[in-house]
């Protein structure tokens, strides 16, 4: 485009903004929350974007009423433009589609997280929560973007996430010539796990997504998995990172997601930073362990907790010198699954602290709240980063971390978070499973000499400022031109 700005339609879930009411009965706008919202604000700033995403609250559905359930202006929080299109879903289908088929199945499944001999139970209700839920929803956010579509035939739509996997091919039904580009934020399991669904649905999310020109994914691994699923599963030809299926030809590309340096440069010394510092820095013992998570069972918590417990069995001269602060965020509470882990993170840290806590010291400090502020303190103040993931599609707490740490800490990583890619070689990777050995890797971590507890941080800042959150964006838009 001569002003270089592109029109890009953005189908997500969750939108940039949400709205409700003040006690005093005023219209509040609210951002967006979850890393996607973060990770496409460039994509606001610098392009004429119109953003459809699902209306979730009741002042969400009343701005749908008053607009009709058109499109409408709203501002970002730096001031640039955009157009938002809120979607209204009926609730049962979106309960369906969102606490059945997205989380857990989907999911469960991305993150190889099921235990197959005794679940899932893929009986009756799942199988209607996909025709009249997942389907359904996926159909409104298709109606949605091919709507935009007539109204700006030139523009790309840029989907995201496991939330929309039917949507691709629904919008190529009614724009055959459209641009659609779909990025995929968790991990692409191998082949054989796709098998977990019945065929027609595994066949469905794999056809959906071949309707798309660009299929991105954060790490070669994930886009390597892509490919093999392809082929496998549909038979379809697979030539370097190109997919052709059904007549179409689906470009595979992979690009890790960066953050945006010059916030955590700023929030580093906000007032709320510097006051829930000031408490940790009062209360720390010399040595700090840190995770940040989600209460999700994804994010391997408990094993985390238990390695530390054995940690505190195998060195003893820790003992009284040494805690974990586990920050959690609590997640998805409607699920079962999830509801049932926070229940057993608290189990295994009454058991660790049971076992090793004495007057005057707390082997593991367990917060469970929305606290934002406290998470950017606890980063500036660790010796040792936790991110022991199952699987994690990329896991952004150890970018976000290691730029604002000021204690030459050392990131511990595990070898299936997507971030292993790029910062293994500064990490001591460990195995998710591997109890044993993370709680070694926690030793490792904490007596590592001075010198190269620096060298690796400095090691790792660099990267990160480079590999920021411009040029993720920068990189899909590159994946369109090169469509021609």
Request: charged share 25%; hydrophobic share 40%.
């Amino acid at each position: 485009m001569p002003d270089g700005r592109r029109r890009l339609v953005v189908v997500s879930n969750r939108g940039p903004v949400g709205y409700d009411r003040s006690p005093s009965g005023e219209r509040i706008v609210k951002r967006g929350g979850g890393g996607l919202v973060t990770a496409l604000r460039s994509l606001v700033a610098h392009h004429d974007v119109t953003w459809i995403a699902s209306a979730m609250s009741e002042e969400d559905r009343a701005v749908v009423a008053e607009h009709g359930g058109e499109a409408f202006d709203e501002t970002a929080r730096d001031g640039s433009p955009y157009r938002l299109r809120l979607v209204e879903h009926d609730p049962v289908a979106y309960d369906r589609y969102y606490n059945v088929v997205a989380n857990p199945t989907l999911w469960f499944i991305q993150h190889s997280m099921w235990g197959l001999s005794t679940e899932p139970d893929l009986d009756t209700a799942f199988h209607t929560a996909w025709d009249e839920g997942y389907a359904v929803v996926n159909a409104a956010f298709a109606a949605a973007a091919a709507a935009e579509l007539e109204r700006d035939p030139s523009a790309a739509v840029f989907l995201h996430d496991y939330h929309l996997y039917l949507a691709p091919g629904l919008i190529r039904a009614r724009r055959p010539d459209a641009v659609l580009s779909h990025f995929i934020h968790i991990p692409w399991p191998q082949s054989d796990y796709w098998h977990v669904l019945p065929e027609p649905l595994r066949r469905a999310v794999h056809e959906g997504l071949l309707a798309n020109d660009v299929v991105g994914f954060h790490t070669a691994r994930w886009s390597r998995n892509f490919l093999t699923s392809c082929a496998e599963l549909l038979g379809a030809r697979v030539e370097g990172n190109v997919v052709t299926h059904g007549g179409r030809r689906t470009v595979v590309t992979h690009h890790p997601l960066g953050i945006d340096p010059a916030e955590f440069d700023e929030l580093k010394d906000a007032p709320a930073v510097l006051e829930e510092e000031a408490r940790i820095v009062a209360s720390r013992p010399e040595f700090l362990v840190v995770r940040v998570d989600r209460t999700d069972p994804s994010k391997n918590v408990v094993r985390g907790c238990r390695a530390f417990g054995r940690f505190l069995e195998l060195h003893p001269e820790f003992r009284g010198r040494a805690a974990l602060l586990a920050l959690l965020d609590p997640s998805r509470q409607d699920i079962p699954q999830y509801t049932e882990y926070v229940a057993a993170i608290e189990r295994e840290v009454r058991d660790v602290n049971g076992r090793f806590g004495r007057d005057g010291w707390t082997p593991i400090v367990l917060d469970v709240a929305d606290n934002f502020p406290l998470s950017v303190a606890a980063y500036k103040q660790y010796d040792a980063l936790l991110v022991n993931a199952v699987f994690d599609g990329m896991n952004l707490v150890c970018k976000e971390a290691s730029l604002v740490n000021g204690r030459d800490g050392v990131l511990v990583l595990s070898e299936n978070a997507g971030a292993h890619e790029e910062l293994g070689d500064w990490a001591v990777t460990v195995n998710p499973f591997d109890v044993l050995g993370q709680a070694e890797a926690i030793h490792a971590a904490l007596t590592m000499a001075p010198e190269e507890r620096r060298r690796r941080l400095e090691a790792t800042r660099d990267h990160v400022r480079r590999n920021d959150l411009a040029a993720w964006a920068d990189a899909q838009l590159a994946d369109l031109d090169a469509l021609g």
